[in-house]
């Protein structure tokens, strides 16, 4: 794909995603106060409270933070981040007047949720971000080096305990649940729903193994070095990534050519290459 047209379709994927999250935003989390994390969970709560106008108070957030991002992390976060940064709350403020789609709090974290997460999955198929608290917790890992899935949790644990405070805790364990199932449809829309498995296999009968994926499977794999932990001795180790309808006919095989063949298969969401995903 050319360069330009390139570009062009991150920033469309930017624009969309973040048309995704405002709707999700304001049809089912806002109405049912669903302060699941981040930006838009704090602007859920001053809307409780002081009944701040959520667009606003995203940008007044949001933006500050990418600055701050730029000046203290001293990396470039680029301009589709930026665009991501101030298109969410406009087109939050856009959609606030919309009719709610569901007064059942349950629903409206569920479907919030993954409303938020098919959002930000497509902000990040752009290679961009919509900034807000990503950016809070680079600038937590920096000064205390706590892991960055660490600072993301806490600063979104401590949002969603301070919703638990200002709304219920009823209404703080459906935002655990919204939180719960934006991660799960970000992964979704990030890898699919094919996920391949990586076979280990330990086996002294490496080239018969080899040749019968070879014939009986149609896959490629590869032959590693390795020594066993106890004995020290060297051992070699076959890898071979199949679909997941493929999986029982490898192991037959396998356990056909040497029944003593140690396999160990592991999930592999992201696989590029030939026989797989070209890009």
């Known amino acids: ?11 469309g994927l930017v624009i969309l ?5 405002a709707l999700a935003f304001n049809l089912f989390l806002l109405p049912n106060n669903i302060a699941s994390g981040g930006v838009a969970g704090v602007s859920t709560i001053t809307k409780g409270v002081f009944g701040w ?3 606003v108070v995203q940008w007044v957030l949001n933006i500050p933070l990418f600055i701050m991002g730029v000046l ?10 930026f665009v991501g940064t101030v298109t969410l709350p406009l087109f939050v403020l856009m ?15 569920i479907f919030g949720g993954m409303g938020v997460g098919l959002g930000l999955g497509i902000v990040f198929r752009g290679r961009a971000s919509t900034g807000g608290i990503d ?7 920096k000064f205390t080096h706590l892991p960055l899935g660490i600072s993301v949790a806490l600063l979104d644990g401590m949002i969603v305990l301070t919703s638990a405070i200002v709304f219920s805790l009823e209404e703080g364990l459906y935002a655990l649940i919204g939180l719960f199932a934006t991660s799960r449809t970000i992964d979704f829309v990030q890898v699919g ?4 498995k990586n076979v280990m296999i330990i086996t002294d009968e490496v080239n018969e193994v080899r040749a019968a994926i070879f014939e009986q499977i149609d896959r490629g794999v590869t032959v590693l070095s390795g020594a066993g932990g106890y004995t020290d001795q060297e051992r070699r180790v076959v890898m071979c990534v199949v679909q997941q309808n493929e999986f029982i006919k490898l192991t037959q095989t396998v356990k056909t050519v040497d029944p003593g063949a140690f396999v160990v298969a592991m999930n592999a969401t992201e696989v590029l290459g030939e026989g797989f995903k070209t890009s």
């Open 1 to 11: 794909m050319p360069p330009a047209l390139r570009q062009a379709l991150d920033y």
């Open 193 to 196: 729903l094919n996920t391949s």
């Open 72 to 81: 203290i992390l001293g990396k470039n976060f680029g301009l589709k981040s």
């Open 53 to 55: 106008e959520p667009g």
């Open 95 to 109: 959609t606030s007047e919309m009719a709610p789609a569901t007064p059942n709090p349950l629903l409206g974290a």
């Open 135 to 141: 950016l809070a917790a680079q600038v937590l890992h």
């Open 17 to 21: 995603g973040s048309f995704f999250v």
